[in-house]
Nanobody, 124 residues
Framework: QVQLVESGGGLVQAGGSLRLTCEAS????????MGWYRQAPGKQRELVAQ???????NSADSVKGRFTISRDNAKNTVFLQMNSLKPEDTAVYYC??????????????????WGQGTQVTVSS
């Protein structure tokens, strides 16, 4: 199957920066959309930013101008550069990929895979 490994979370002061990384590995045939979601305590999981295989991006209004999503298709990796962080950005951040896998019987149906989550805490 497919495994996602996230890294880069941590504790930072307001105004600081962090860079999240998510690398996919396994029986990957093709990755379509990649993205980052976040979930704060007591709140629903929400989209932060997403990027298509062609490089088109979309992001939540709350992070526009501060967060940048990018990807390295050769390495099956997606990044989230987070600048000017605010306390309200505190959440667990989850990587998401839409992926086709390949196995003994060829290419399988598209799957949505989630990372394990990485904590981002912004202190005021």
């Amino acid at each position: 199957q497919v495994q996602l490994v996230e890294s880069g979370g941590g504790l930072v002061q307001a105004g600081g920066s962090l860079r999240l990384t998510c690398e996919a590995s396994g029986n990957i045939y093709r990755i379509n959309d990649m993205g980052w979601y976040r979930q704060a305590p007591g709140k629903q999981r929400e989209l932060v930013a997403q990027i298509t295989s062609g490089g088109s991006t979309n992001s939540a209004d709350s992070v526009k101008g501060r967060f940048t999503i990018s990807r390295d298709n050769a390495k099956n990796t997606v990044f989230l550069q987070m600048n000017s962080l605010k306390p309200e950005d505190t959440a667990v951040y989850y990587c998401y990929v839409g992926v086709y896998t390949i196995g003994t019987y060829g290419v399988g149906p598209p799957l949505g895979q989630w990372g394990q989550g990485t904590q981002v805490t912004v202190s005021s």
